[in-house]
């Protein structure tokens, strides 16, 4: 789910006219290593779901301009995602966690796009970890098969 949030993760415009993504990509990550991602999508009222399986399991992606749970295991992180163009932005917040207390918050503006035949997302992450501010810019790219 990390990585679909990650790709999908920047600023609102309009939730219509999303671009297609729908393929098979091989990624790198530095945690698993190569990996494949197979990518659908359907429209609904108002925008786009964009349907990831990655590793046996399926994320889904919502654009339509609306805040949505990044991920179940942490309900307070969301984010909201439209469409301009050839590009899904998004905006990526929430708490920093743990052991059951807050201990900072994050945010992530990203866009995410087609460059040729790769998938491209860029992202640039703020995090506030007590009184310390991080600040840190990500580029990924997914190649499509």
Same mark, same amino acid.
């Given at each position: 789910?990390?990585?679909?949030?990650?790709?999908?993760?920047? +600023?609102? %415009?309009?939730? *219509?006219?999303?671009?297609?993504? #729908?393929?098979?990509? !091989?990624?790198? &990550? /530095? =945690? #698993?290593?190569?990996?494949?991602?197979?990518? !659908?999508?359907?429209?609904?009222?108002?925008? $786009?779901?964009? #349907?990831? @399986? /990655?590793?046996?399991?399926?994320?889904? *992606?919502? @654009? &339509?301009?609306?805040?949505? %749970?990044?991920?179940? =295991?942490?309900?307070?992180?969301?984010?909201?995602?439209?469409?301009?163009?050839?590009?899904?932005?998004?905006?990526?917040?929430?708490? +920093?966690? /743990?052991?059951?207390? $807050? @201990?900072?918050?994050?945010?992530?503006?990203? =866009? !995410? *796009? +087609?460059?040729?035949?790769? +998938?491209? !997302?860029?992202?640039?992450? $703020?995090?506030?970890?007590? &009184?310390?501010?991080?600040?840190?810019?990500?580029?990924?790219?997914?190649?499509?098969?």
């Amino acid at each position: 789910m990390k990585a679909l949030v990650l790709i999908f993760s920047l +600023l609102s %415009v309009q939730a *219509f006219a999303c671009p297609n993504f #729908t393929g098979t990509y !091989t990624c790198q &990550d /530095e =945690e #698993t290593g190569s990996y494949q991602m197979d990518i !659908t999508q359907r429209n609904i009222s108002g925008g $786009t779901v964009y #349907t990831s @399986v /990655e590793n046996g399991e399926t994320y889904e *992606f919502i @654009v &339509d301009g609306k805040s949505h %749970v990044a991920d179940p =295991e942490q309900p307070n992180v969301v984010y909201v995602a439209n469409c301009s163009g050839n590009i899904v932005n998004s905006v990526t917040s929430g708490p +920093l966690e /743990e052991d059951g207390q $807050t @201990v900072g918050s994050m945010k992530a503006i990203s =866009e !995410t *796009f +087609l460059r040729g035949n790769d +998938l491209v !997302t860029k992202s640039k992450a $703020t995090i506030i970890y007590g &009184d310390q501010e991080f600040q840190q810019d990500y580029e990924s790219s997914c190649s499509r098969n």
